[in-house]
């Protein structure tokens, strides 16, 4: 369950300021910070901060407008509007975030509830269960720093990997969330200890409350925008171990170019340049070249003026979109 804190609807553009951002919603803070991103941002928007950190703008937007507005399924973007590294970077530094920040940052508040002087061996117990609910986070994070991400980089990279991305989906549970729930209800219940601050107690309960909160977040962001833009970039990559073939001479029929060859008109058009277009497709920069050969080749086109009235006529772009 995300707290009230998230809830409310509100979409944040690229040419919003970085800062109203976050004076907004103070709680997507963190959400900054593990982009790589830090403060001091001045009066730039969130385009410029994410360009000057080496951030997918998109990226970051999708991640910070889903969970920003609960998590709710009507926010999920397209898995085509994600940009593999950029999430993959965030999603090692939450990692990081949670396991050498967040979790230990509880366990120090938790061991400060405890009055070793005192005979009651209830804050003790509390901290043995919460030691087996972080050890169990611990292993669900190891496995997909050390199998997942490293799957995705391999795709990325054009190397093989023996992995798939439906293994992890049939795994993937927040089991570990239970027990931080159930570990939140025993302290509001049962834990009364007149030797220990109110206000110390506090202070740890409200942790424990925002924590569950960012796993339950994580966790939803890696299952509605990190799998499925994996899962694309599988089938992309399975499509490019298929032989991208290669045109007979003399055909010149603009309906025979296929829809990746259309994605790399567009691209072209558009003003990319051939390794921006790679980057974008998830293919690699020899696969562009050869598409681009294939398509002058099928179309007798060869200049990016030519193809600007080609894309334009057959479709592929409309004109208002190009600078
Ligand atoms: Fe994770
Ligand atoms: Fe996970």
Redesign the pocket.
Known sequence: MISKNYHTTHLFRPTDLMAELINRQYSLLQIVSRFGMSLGVGEKSVSEVCREHNVDCSTFLAVINYVGNGCRQDFIPEPETISLPSLLKYLRESHTYFLEYSLPSIRRKLIGTVNYSSSNEFPLLILKYYDSFFEEVRA??DY?NKTVFPHVDALLTHHPSSFTIDAFDTE?D?TADGKLNELKNIIIRYYSAPSVSNYALNDVLSDIFICNEELNA??LV??NLFLPAVKLLEERASEENESIPCCEEGISDASLLSPREKEIVIGVVKGLTNKEIADKLYISLNTVLTHRRNIARKLEIHSPAGLTIYAIVNGLVKIEELE
């Open positions: 669900h994070l997909e993937h927040e994580h966790g890696e299952e």
